[in-house]
């Protein structure tokens, strides 16, 4: 693929030089030129920054790529842990006999992994701070904690309607801040190509996805445990006991298929599928680039624009 990401595309161009030869008009050339220049691979594989350069709120450092070493690698692996932990907290009530500590380890997780998000963002290691989806665990599983402490009685409703209660409102938080235009997994996309970066229209077909994905899961995760609630409100405790350990295993792993989705799956769709991407959103991206030339994104466009003039010109 290139350096910049534009050998692929460039063959492509050769390649149908080569089979109209003369017939392949001028005005053909320069269409195919414009669109390749503006793929979504070409953009979103070099416009990629890291999580823990020094970020700042205008992006101001934007196109700093520098690296940091180990440090920045051990606080991605632990941003990248807590990340995933402070979910697989929504299964630990579920888990633990006493339900007062396992009220109170699921919100100190929650508090521990806000605490460590604050600490990345005073460093400038992210770009914002609290994140949508830390705000949402924090307030579930402090009420959880809340109710169970000083309700000891609701420790059942918990037990076997707690999944429900997180899938559910997990969702429901997460469509409420989506609607208000903070889809829970824009931070992070601000965090990889910055807060301009992140508005670019290949990068926002991410996060729509990413973000839908995950509030499939989570809605899942609450229709998963369903059985589980109506089996205890009929009586059958034994039957809602061993749907409870279903619930248990299916709801962690349709989070961990939506996770893998958004590191592999849409990455390989849109590298798939670029040029049908490309055509539904060619204004947006033109409209995009001329108003931030001086971002990754319309650089590199930019960029190719120039390499692949070049290389014509040598093949010619």
């Not at 604050?118 to 665990?137: A, C, E, H, N, Q």
């Not at 990413?210 to 009586?235: D, K, N, Y």
């Not at 947006?284 to 390499?307: G, R, S």
Request: charged share 15%; hydrophobic share 45%.
């Amino acid at each position: 693929r290139g350096v910049c990401g534009y050998t692929y595309e460039k063959a492509q161009h050769r390649r149908l030089r080569a089979d109209y030869g003369s017939t392949m008009t001028d005005e053909i050339s320069n269409n195919i030129r414009l669109s390749e220049s503006l793929l979504p691979r070409t953009s979103i594989t070099s416009a990629r920054q890291s999580s823990y350069i020094k970020a700042t709120s205008n992006d101001e450092d934007n196109n700093d790529t520098s690296e940091g070493g180990c440090m920045d690698t051990l606080y991605m692996c632990l941003g990248s842990f807590f990340n995933f932990f402070s979910l697989v907290t929504m299964i630990i009530p579920m888990l633990v006999p006493d339900m007062q500590i396992a009220a109170a380890l699921s919100l100190g997780i929650v508090v521990f992994n806000n605490l460590f998000g604050f600490f990345m963002y005073k460093i400038g290691k992210t770009r914002s701070w609290p994140k949508p989806l830390d705000v949402i665990l924090f307030i579930l599983f402090l009420v959880q904690a809340i109710s169970v402490w000083f309700m000891p009685k609701s420790e059942f409703f918990w037990r076997f309607w707690g999944g429900s209660y997180f899938g559910f409102l997990l969702w429901l938080f997460s469509a409420i801040f989506w609607y208000f235009g903070s889809p829970i997994m824009k931070p992070l996309t601000e965090d990889m190509y910055g807060i301009i970066g992140a508005t670019h229209p290949t990068a926002m077909f991410g996060i729509r996805w990413t973000t839908g994905v995950f509030m499939t899961a989570s809605f899942l995760q609450g229709v998963l445990f369903l059985p589980t609630g109506i089996q205890f409100q009929l009586g059958n405790y034994e039957k809602a006991w061993s749907l409870m350990i279903w619930g248990a295993i299916g709801g962690p792993v349709a989070v961990v298929l939506a996770i893998v989705f958004s590191l592999y799956g849409l990455p390989w769709y849109m590298d798939k599928y670029k040029f049908s991407i490309f055509d539904r959103y060619k204004t947006e991206i033109t409209e995009w680039n001329e108003a931030h030339p001086d971002e990754l994104f319309a650089k590199l466009a930019e960029e190719y624009v120039v390499n692949d003039a070049t290389a014509t010109t040598v093949d010619a």
